[in-house]
C-alpha cells in the first residue's frame, strides 16, 4: 500500500481559490488510481473526483463539474485538486485515496481504495 499526505487546505472566500496536493510513497504510483473525497461537520463522506493511474481518465461529482480538476504528476508522485469558484458547501475535511484496481472508485466504503491519507481542512467562507 502506499503512504498519503495531503496539504494545501486553508480559510478561504467563496468565489476564491485553492489547490490540494497528495504526495504518494512508494515507486509504483503510475499503478494506483487516485481520488479525493470529503466530509462536511455532520454529513456522511462524499466522493468529489478521480483520475486514473494514466492520467488519461478524470471523473468529478456534478457539484463540482467545471470548477475543480484533478491531475497527477507521476514524476513527483503527486496528485493535486485545484479548486476554483468555491463555495460554502465546498466546506469539509478533504481525503486523497489510493486505488490499486484500474478503476474510478465512488463509493467512500469501497473495498477497493487500498489506502487513505489524513485529510486537510478547507473552510469556505461567505
Known amino acids: 500500500q502506499v503512504q498519503l499526505v495531503e496539504s494545501g487546505g486553508g480559510l478561504v472566500q467563496a468565489g476564491g481559490s485553492l489547490r490540494l496536493s497528495c504526495a504518494a510513497s512508494?515507486?509504483?504510483?503510475?499503478?494506483?488510481?487516485m481520488g479525493w473525497f470529503r466530509q462536511a461537520p455532520g454529513k456522511e463522506r462524499e466522493f468529489v473526483a478521480a483520475i486514473t493511474g494514466s492520467g488519461d481518465n478524470t471523473f468529478y461529482t456534478d457539484s463540482v463539474k467545471g470548477r475543480f480538476t484533478i491531475s497527477r504528476d507521476s514524476a513527483k508522485n503527486t496528485v493535486h485538486l485545484q479548486m476554483n469558484s468555491l463555495k460554502p458547501e465546498d466546506t469539509a475535511v478533504y481525503y486523497c485515496t489510493a486505488t490499486a484496481a484500474p478503476v474510478l472508485v465512488v463509493n467512500p466504503s469501497s473495498a477497493e481504495i487500498g489506502s487513505w491519507g489524513q485529510g486537510t481542512q478547507v473552510t469556505v467562507f461567505s
Open positions: 512508494g515507486r509504483t504510483f503510475r499503478d494506483y488510481a
